[in-house]
């Protein structure tokens, strides 16, 4: 690899910074001052310092996307905005998406360049958490949540495995009609809320809605707040995102 492309890689700077590093000599490979941007490096061979501090290759690298609603989950897409596209990281074209999210499901997607976490993660064997919060139209009740632990029919060969369902409110609200706003008149209509958070430890297409579906409540908002034993980092707004710590980069490392 090109030293400078190493340097605005590992160390953050941009190619400019960099090109002014090695001019004023704050650069050494191997212990001796290096100067030319073009200097090819073996990453896990060699020693590179910079202003006196070690460079270090990460071979593995992982985010946390607070997915927005209205992105795909992409590397890329001819029509549509992908999760990729707000990603600004050095290594973001050696990212891809850790299973997937509907279109109008917001929350924690993680972006990583290790195919074989990644498909350990994903894998039906693995039975990896995710937990999602979601506002459901329609009362979900105690019935649902045994039904959610027993496993339910949502048209698949076998039953969804157990999942635990844990209802935060359950409220009525109103809802005026909104293409009708400008008469004053119109009646307000009535509609029951349940605010619910659900772990699943499965992946099936659409599997959250479909369960609800199944139980004939629609989710009118989903959003995943945990998976692998992660939380979302609750001061990302959609569509911010930083790397895992070193912390939930072993935890993910020791899942299965
Ligand atoms: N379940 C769904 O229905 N949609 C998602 O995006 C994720 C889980």
Same mark, same amino acid.
């Given at each position: 690899?090109?030293?400078?492309?190493?340097?605005?890689?590992?160390?953050? +700077?941009?190619? +400019?910074?960099?090109?002014?590093? =090695?001019?004023?000599?704050?650069?050494? !490979?191997?212990?001796?001052?290096?100067?030319?941007?073009?200097?090819?490096? %073996?990453?896990?061979?060699?020693?590179?310092?910079?202003?006196?501090?070690?460079?270090?290759?990460? #071979? &593995?690298?992982?985010?946390?996307?607070?997915?927005?609603?209205?992105?795909?989950?992409?590397? *890329? %897409?001819?029509?549509?905005?992908?999760?990729? %596209?707000?990603?600004?990281?050095?290594?973001?074209?050696?990212? &891809?998406?850790?299973?997937? =999210?509907?279109?109008? $499901?917001?929350?924690?997607?993680?972006?990583?360049?290790?195919?074989?976490?990644?498909?350990? /993660?994903?894998?039906?064997?693995?039975?990896?958490?995710? $937990?999602?919060?979601?506002?459901?139209?329609?009362?979900?009740?105690?019935?649902?949540?045994?039904? &959610?632990?027993?496993?339910?029919?949502?048209?698949?060969?076998?039953?969804?495995?157990?999942?635990?369902? *844990?209802?935060?409110?359950?409220? *009525? !609200?109103?809802? #005026?009609? +909104?293409? $009708? %706003?400008?008469?004053?008149? +119109?009646?307000?209509?009535?509609?029951?809320?349940?605010?619910?958070?659900?772990?699943?430890?499965?992946?099936? &297409?659409?599997?959250?809605?479909?369960?609800?579906?199944?139980?004939?409540?629609?989710?009118?908002?989903?959003?995943?707040?945990? /998976?692998?034993?992660?939380?979302?980092?609750?001061?990302?707004?959609?569509?911010?995102?930083?790397?895992? $710590?070193?912390? *939930?980069?072993?935890?993910?490392?020791?899942?299965?």
């Amino acid at each position: 690899m090109r030293l400078d492309k190493f340097l605005a890689t590992c160390a953050g +700077s941009t190619r +400019s910074e960099v090109k002014k590093q =090695l001019k004023k000599g704050m650069v050494l !490979v191997n212990g001796a001052v290096e100067t030319h941007p073009e200097r090819q490096i %073996d990453p896990q061979q060699d020693c590179v310092v910079l202003a006196g501090k070690p460079v270090c290759w990460q #071979p &593995f690298v992982a985010l946390m996307l607070n997915k927005p609603a209205g992105v795909v989950t992409a590397t *890329e %897409d001819r029509r549509q905005k992908t999760v990729m %596209d707000g990603i600004d990281h050095p290594r973001r074209k050696e990212l &891809f998406p850790v299973g997937r =999210l509907d279109i109008d $499901t917001e929350g924690l997607l993680l972006l990583m360049n290790d195919g074989a976490l990644a498909h350990r /993660m994903l894998s039906p064997r693995h039975h990896v958490d995710k $937990t999602y919060y979601a506002k459901v139209l329609g009362t979900v009740d105690a019935q649902d949540v045994e039904a &959610f632990a027993k496993g339910i029919d949502i048209g698949e060969k076998a039953q969804t495995l157990p999942a635990k369902l *844990e209802i935060q409110s359950v409220k *009525e !609200v109103e809802q #005026p009609f +909104s293409e $009708t %706003d400008s008469d004053q008149e +119109s009646p307000a209509e009535h509609a029951v809320i349940s605010e619910i958070y659900l772990t699943i430890c499965e992946g099936k &297409f659409h599997q959250v809605k479909r369960m609800f579906e199944a139980r004939g409540k629609k989710v009118v908002y989903l959003k995943r707040v945990k /998976m692998a034993g992660i939380a979302l980092d609750d001061t990302l707004a959609p569509g911010q995102w930083r790397e895992l $710590t070193n912390e *939930e980069m072993e935890r993910l490392q020791k899942l299965c």
